[in-house]
């Protein structure tokens, strides 16, 4: 299920993506512009999602210039600066793999884990990628 949050937005992954979107321009113009965009880049995207796509919204839940941003359940995967459209693709497209690494740019973090095995998890993604680039 797969539940997506926009910024704030959640993405749950196994059968369900429910997305929750912040609507309040008033607090932070990021966040009231970026999350409805994020929304609709993921109403476009729901039939590449490899399982079912449900769109809620939200009240805030902190990190302004990180709108717009997600979480992924179960796995607590937070993502932000989703905002365009092809890295909201991104984004599906990683949670479609089990790779929310993929996007190391954009990952933010994963609920459970201390800031020490964030930033290992991260560190250990970036040094492959460089391996991969150097490589080719």
Same mark, same amino acid.
């Not at 749950?12 to 993506?17: A, E, P, R, T």
């Not at 609507?23 to 999602?49: I, M, T």
């Not at 020490?116 to 391996?131: D, I, N, T």
């Given at each position: ?12 992954? %196994? $059968? ?9 321009? #008033? ?5 009231? *512009? ?13 039939? @590449? ?20 941003? *997600? ?5 607590? @995967?937070? $993502? ?5 459209? @092809? ?5 599906? @497209? ?9 996007? $190391? ?13 964030? #930033? %290992? ?16």
């Amino acid at each position: 299920m797969l539940i997506i949050v926009v910024l704030a937005l959640i993405v749950y992954l %196994q $059968f369900l993506i429910w997305n929750l979107k912040l609507p309040r321009a #008033h607090r932070d113009e990021r966040c009231g *512009c970026k999350g409805p965009e994020l929304l609709e880049w993921l109403k476009n995207s729901a039939s @590449d999602a490899n399982k079912p796509l449900n769109l809620w919204t939200s009240s805030h839940y902190g990190g302004h210039r990180y709108a717009a941003a *997600c979480i992924v359940y179960p796995s607590g @995967d937070w $993502f932000g600066l989703l905002n365009e459209e @092809d890295k909201a693709i991104g984004m599906i @497209d990683a949670m479609n793999d089990e790779d929310p690494l993929r996007l $190391f740019e954009l990952w933010r973090g994963r609920m459970g884990l201390t800031a020490p095995e964030m #930033h %290992q998890a991260v560190k250990e993604r970036v040094e492959a990628h460089e391996e991969v680039v150097e490589n080719a």
